[in-house]
């Protein structure tokens, strides 16, 4: 919880030392949400990351976009919810909706 | 986002200032607002809103989508007294994620081995607090059962706005300080602020169930605290 070790220092941390980074944030939530708007989950290049979108439900499809995102510079929207099958098989097991968006950090 | 756009961020919340990020999210350029830096006359209602609840949000901005985040300081407990009660606390603080620090100026009290790993000062709450001033996103928790000691940082935790002040003593006890803190010039608006006895009512015996009511009463202030709170007005005037 201490601003130290947190996702955004860590980001900027990676970035100072040359590693690509994305930075995953919660932009809208829908019912029952395991992590508030606002949280970041942040990803670099290798695929290591720190902090989190949900209860873990949907990282692991976060940061495979993360990856994508960090080789073409274009953010993305990401959505996952029950309706919506890729939720159904990534897990989303809660019952809420999530949007996430994923951007590059730029030099 | 750009590094030095986070740069900027990260810089304010170790400062504890509160800070607003707007992302665009249709791919144009973002901007961070320390409180009491302009904000762009669009966005002026959203930046405001965020400020005061801490919640981020979603605005349309002439047609253009935005992502509002709001970082507000995290909340820290500081403690005048370093008696079994706070020994427990310290314990229990960090892991519901608040920060903590304890000041007694009695040294037979305030030892490196009885409060190993903490954030410990040897010193009058006085002399402390003029170097680490209270702010309204710190809790005070006075529970040295001394006036000499207690007084000055409850004084100084209603003036700063402190989100929870309490304050170990019986009802008896607290009358009195009531009458010391009026003579101070305190209000009686302000005073009733303070939270004696202290600690939520579970019944707590021992100094660590006592310590685990003062955390939870500490957490019930925070999170359940208004946009009329001092902690909003605080910030908002800051």
């Known amino acids: ?107 | 986002m750009k590094l030095a756009l986070l740069e900027k961020l990260n810089a304010a919340r170790r400062a504890r200032q509160a800070v607003v990020q707007i992302v665009s999210l249709d791919g144009g350029e973002g901007l961070v607002i320390v409180e009491g830096e302009a904000t762009p006359d669009a966005f002026a209602e959203a930046v405001q809103s965020a400020f005061l609840s801490g919640k981020a949000g979603n605005v349309d901005v002439e047609g253009r989508p935005f992502f509002i985040n709001a970082y507000l300081p995290p909340p820290r407990i500081l403690a005048i007294g370093a008696v079994h009660i706070t020994q427990a606390l310290a314990k229990l603080a960090p892991v519901a994620g608040y920060d903590i620090s304890i000041i007694d100026p009695r040294t037979a009290f305030a030892t490196p081995e009885r409060f190993e790993g903490i954030d410990l000062v040897a010193d009058w709450p006085e002399d402390v607090l003029r170097e680490r001033p209270l702010d309204a996103y710190t809790a005070l928790v006075a529970v040295t059962h001394d006036p000499k000691i207690d007084d000055f940082p409850l004084a100084d935790a209603l003036r700063k706005g402190c989100f929870y002040v309490g304050a170990l003593g019986s009802r008896k006890t607290h009358a009195k300080r009531v009458e010391r803190l009026t003579a101070l010039g305190l209000s009686s608006t302000e005073i009733d602020r303070i939270k004696a006895p202290i600690g939520l009512d579970i019944g707590a015996a021992s100094p660590a169930e006592i310590a685990v009511a003062i955390l939870a009463e500490v957490i019930a202030a925070y999170r359940c605290r208004s946009l009329a709170s001092p902690v909003a007005q605080a910030g908002a005037a800051q």
């Open chain 1, 1 to 107: 919880m201490t601003v130290i070790d947190d996702p955004l220092t860590i980001a900027e941390d990676w970035q100072r030392q040359g590693r690509d980074v994305a930075i995953a944030t919660v932009i809208e939530t829908w019912g029952s949400a395991p992590r508030p708007t606002g949280s970041h989950l942040v990803i670099d290049g290798e695929g290591n990351f720190e902090g989190s979108v949900s209860g873990g439900c949907v990282e692991g499809a976060v940061i495979t976009e993360a990856l994508d995102v960090i080789a073409s510079g274009a953010p993305r929207m990401l959505e996952f919810g029950v309706a919506d099958e890729t939720a159904w098989r990534v897990g989303l097991s809660c019952g809420g909706r999530i949007r996430v968006y994923v951007e590059r950090l730029a030099a």
